[in-house]
């Protein structure tokens, strides 16, 4: 058998081998760092035999797929630890996910963070102990029966709901065995730098019907150091949490009577319109038209568009006059009737519609969070209609928009193109020329792009924006839809150069995605020290005592005359006391005003970057802020 190798040298042998074994054949130093293999593009275990002709990687703790295993493997050492110290706990499910790894268990004694100290200890031990661990598998009656004696009714749950031919593997370390498809480590030893991070509920199986169980999560890296760096990133997150500053800021709130549908204040709500007066600015510059439609619709329009048969789980309802409507999830079909609304010509396009639409999603309880997932938002929504030859064009004019956004506000960001899903609709003619319409416009843009596999929408293939936070997170919020299906099922037309009737290609797109979503990762982004044009609040006046708040009046009134959103501290308090208050509400500009300041008519101002920048005349600190407001300095 020849076993092609990554770097495309080959291998020769003459009977079956393990991955594991063969990683030996290669090098000590590969099995040593070797975490699981990759046959044929699959991720296999370890222990996995080849016994033909195949491609293989061997992936080492320092590559993705090796890392799933790694933590993969530390989460079941969590499991054998909470077993061996809390015996009537069950276990449900423990994989790997982007930042470490988690297991549900079900307890009725509730887990606290003292027990999360104990199994540390535990797990040391059991990493110390260098367990072996040894993948076996069962025949469907025999593995029921075997999770039945150990009296772990969610695993002979998940047995009983595997097809009928499912191969049933277990892995044991120890006394520990544990339901699961792999893959894991050769032994529990090599795994160095771990920690339990945090414990939350969660509904087994993501339904909410069902009962509630623990959520341990925890993270897991070859080396202490990265360890440490991540939590330290972590604590910077939890200061930086849009929530907890959300509070502190007076941005938004949210309330039991509308769980998921946030509420703004008055200083989110400056914030939040000068997003939506730069979206203004920025499409009308781009050639947009700007259009609202309905937040409610009738069942048949949904039907037409696609939604209702792939959506309408997520949709909210009601009847009015007999009749079903939904509230829209999506703005696209809004605008599908605004173009019909009359005849369109070839000289009409491309026809730009953007669209600041409220849209309702209903997102499961468990899941909300914040305003990074609400169950209402405004989607900075646009579409085009055009030419089958305006494609690529119209592609790379919103792919530089995009960028322009990002831009402005010191994201980086990555580009994913993302294919045809098993749930979809068209035909595969128009799915493969949609996706080379959008690969081929990437190309020409000169960006750099992965290509993520099933992951389209419905209707047609799509480009997604990863952009990259302060804290090197990540959020998908930009996005290029191409779709060929909703023009053919609402029979759109427009009519050509021709004479004739022809249909019109459609892109969905967004820039900021959710404006809620947005300003979630804003108030991260920037840990609420948002930039002097976004600041709810973009100057402080302090007076140094109730003698020069007189003073103080005329420099807010002069500086509200020229459109600058400032407030004034009038407390009889210490003029340090009122420094650090208005530091911590994160304003941009302090004017300390006193004697000196009222007698020369000037003020001493004091930057949130750059500290005490000494005396300058209202009117030359007017005309500075002015600019830097004008010029959406970062």
Request: proline residues 4%.
């Amino acid at each position: 058998m020849i076993i092609t190798l990554k770097d495309g040298s080959t291998k020769e042998y003459q009977q079956a081998m393990s991955v594991i074994d063969i990683a030996k054949d290669i090098s000590e130093g590969l099995a040593r760092m070797a975490a699981c293999g990759e046959v044929d593009g699959e991720v296999v275990d370890l222990r996995y035999v080849v016994d033909q002709d195949c491609t293989l990687s061997i992936h080492t703790v320092n590559d993705p797929e090796g890392l799933a295993a790694y933590r993969h493997t530390t989460s079941h050492i969590m499991a054998q630890a909470v077993k061996r110290l809390y015996q009537d706990a069950k276990l449900a499910i423990g994989p790997s996910i982007a930042d470490g790894f988690y297991y549900d268990m079900d307890r009725e004694t509730a887990f606290t963070s003292d027990d999360l100290e104990k199994i540390e200890a535990e797990m040391k031990k059991i990493i110390k102990e260098d367990l072996p661990i040894v993948r076996f598998t069962k025949p469907r009656d025999e593995a029921i029966a075997f999770m039945k004696e150990r009296q772990e009714p969610y695993k002979v749950e998940l047995i009983e709901d595997l097809p009928e031919d499912a191969e049933i593997s277990f892995y044991q370390q120890g006394e520990f065995v544990d339901l699961c498809a792999g893959p894991h480590l050769m032994s529990t030893k090599p795994v160095k730098a771990f920690k339990l991070t945090s414990l939350a509920g969660a509904y087994w199986r993501g339904d909410e019907h069902n009962k509630m169980l623990t959520r341990i999560y925890g993270t897991a890296f070859p080396k202490k150091a990265e360890l440490e760096a991540y939590l330290t990133m972590i604590e910077e997150a939890k200061k930086r949490d849009h929530r907890k500053l959300g509070r502190e800021l007076g941005l938004f709130m949210m309330n039991d009577a509308g769980p998921g549908f946030p509420f703004f204040l008055p200083k989110g709500m400056i914030l939040k319109n000068c997003l939506l007066d730069y979206w203004h600015e920025l499409h009308r510059k781009n050639g947009y038209q700007e259009i609202s439609s309905p937040i409610m619709l009738s069942r048949t329009l949904w039907e037409t568009s696609g939604h209702w048969d792939h959506y309408k789980d997520n949709m909210y309802t009601t009847v009015i006059d007999e009749q079903d409507f939904a509230i829209k999830p999506m703005n696209c079909p809004g605008g599908i009737l605004v173009y019909q609304s009359e005849p369109r010509s070839y000289r009409d396009l491309p026809l730009r519609m953007g669209e600041l639409g409220l849209v309702h999603r209903h997102e499961k309880s468990g899941q909300l969070h914040g305003l990074m997932r609400v169950r209402c938002f405004t989607q900075d929504d646009a579409h085009i209609f055009m030419m089958p030859e305006q494609i690529k064009d119209e592609i790379k004019g919103v792919a530089k928009l995009i960028d322009e956004v990002y831009s402005l506000f010191g994201f980086k960001y990555h580009v994913e193109l993302s294919t045809r899903p098993e749930d979809s609709m068209g035909s595969d003619e128009d799915w493969e020329m949609a996706t080379d319409a959008l690969r081929g416009a990437l190309d020409d843009l000169g960006l750099e792009y992965v290509v993520n596999e099933g992951d389209g929408a419905f209707y047609g293939p799509k480009i997604d924006f990863h952009l990259e936070d302060s804290l090197g997170r990540t959020w998908q919020c930009g996005t290029i839809q191409l779709d060929f299906q909703l023009p053919l099922r609402f029979n759109l037309e427009y009519t050509g150069a021709d004479g004739e009737k022809h249909r019109p290609i459609m892109i969905h797109r967004v820039a900021f995605g959710s404006i809620e979503r947005f300003i979630g990762i804003l108030i991260e982004h920037f840990a609420g020290a948002f930039p002097t044009w976004l600041a709810p609040v973009q100057v402080k006046v302090l007076p140094i005592s109730d003698k020069y708040a007189e003073y103080g009046k005329k420099v807010l009134d002069a500086l509200e005359a020229e459109g600058i959103r400032a407030e004034i501290d009038t407390r009889s308090e210490k003029i340090g006391y009122k420094i650090r208050e208005a530091q911590t509400q994160k304003v941009p500009y302090m004017l300390v005003v006193g004697a000196k300041e009222e007698e020369d008519q000037l003020v001493a101002v004091r930057s949130r970057k750059d500290g005490d920048q000494g005396q300058k005349s209202l009117d030359a600190f007017i005309a500075d802020m002015k600019e830097e407001i004008r010029i959406k300095a970062k």
